[in-house]
C-alpha cells in the first residue's frame, strides 16, 4: 500500500493520522498483504471440501427405552408440589383455542 492510498482511507474514514503513525500503519498493512499473497500460493482447486480433519463420524447409540421401577418413580415426586398418578401436576401454561 502507498503512503498516498493510506492518507486517502484515512480522510475518507476522518481520522487524523501522524507522520510516525503513517509510517507504523504502512509497514504493518504492507505485512499483512504479503501474508495474504503467502496464503494464496497453494493451488487447491481440486481439493475436496471438508469439515473436519479426520474422516471420524459421530457414533450414536440406539435408543432403548427402560422402565424405570415404581419405587423410584415415587421416591422422585413425593418432592413435588402437586402430582398426577405418575406425572407432575403444574398450572395451564399455554391457552390451546
Known amino acids: 500500500m502507498l503512503k498516498e ?13 501522524d507522520e ?6 504502512l509497514a ?3 505485512k499483512m498483504f504479503d501474508y495474504i499473497e503467502v ?12 469439515t473436519h480433519v479426520t474422516n471420524l463420524r459421530n457414533v450414536w447409540r440406539s435408543d432403548v427405552v427402560k ?3 415404581k419405587e423410584l418413580v415415587n421416591k422422585i415426586l ?6 398426577e398418578g405418575s406425572f407432575y ?5 399455554i391457552d390451546a383455542q
Open 39 to 50: 496464503l494464496q500460493e497453494p493451488k487447491v482447486g481440486d481439493l475436496k471440501p471438508t
Open 5 to 17: 492510498e493510506l492518507e486517502s482511507t484515512a480522510l475518507l474514514a476522518r481520522l487524523y493520522i
Open 78 to 83: 413425593d418432592g413435588v408440589p402437586q402430582r
Open 28 to 30: 504493518d498493512i504492507n
Open 67 to 69: 422402565c424405570c421401577p
Open 89 to 93: 401436576k403444574i398450572k395451564k401454561v
Open 20 to 25: 510516525k503513525e503513517k509510517e507504523k500503519y
